[in-house]
């Protein structure tokens, strides 16, 4: 059953129980990275693609290539299920801060929590195109990890046609507006 939340009352669904992993998903500019913020106040251990890519490689266009992204995004991907194993063998609470865009992907880390022994909860952050690209466009005036590239029209048009909403996967589904 999907349950359709406002963003306080989805994270009051959610308190950092031991081996419980939140795996955020959405469209860039959905608000991931400040749900996931609000998640490690109250006590989960997150772990970010894009702060990984940033820490580990630099700046996209400066430090490497546009080209090297993909390899860089397949490193850090791994990088993240390491973590994320070593976390779940200490029992810890850990939110993950990725698109999450394809249900293979979600797939494939349910399979790795479950297998470790957690459990995992998906949290779907669902935004009109028109507050994304607003948020998008706010974000392309800033430059950290958490907005290394800007992201026009034409990127949020293939992420918004390429994604693949959460449907019967028991998630929690967190109306943006």
């Not at 700046?59 to 546009?66: K, Q």
């Not at 907005?147 to 994604?163: K, M, Q, R, S, T």
């Amino acid at each position: 059953m999907t349950i359709s939340l406002t963003e306080d009352a989805a994270l009051s669904l959610f308190s950092p129980e031991p081996g419980l992993v939140i795996l955020m998903c959405g469209v860039a500019g959905s608000g991931k990275t400040t749900f996931s913020m609000k998640l490690a106040s109250k006590g989960f251990t997150r772990l970010s693609i894009d702060e990984v890519i940033w820490d580990k490689f630099g700046r996209y266009g400066i430090d490497y290539t546009p080209e090297a992204y993909p390899g860089h995004v397949a490193e850090a991907r791994e990088a993240i299920k390491d973590d994320l194993r070593q976390l779940l063998l200490q029992k810890q609470p850990v939110v993950v801060d990725s698109s999450f865009w394809s249900r293979a992907h979600r797939d494939s880390y349910k399979d790795l929590i479950v297998s470790a022994g957690g459990t995992w909860r998906l949290v779907y952050l669902s935004a009109p195109e028109a507050l994304l690209r607003d948020r998008l466009e706010e974000r392309g005036r800033r430059f950290d990890a958490n907005a290394a590239f800007p992201i026009g029209e034409d990127a949020l048009a293939a992420f918004v046609e390429n994604f693949q909403a959460p449907a019967d996967e028991g998630e929690v589904v967190v109306a943006v507006s």
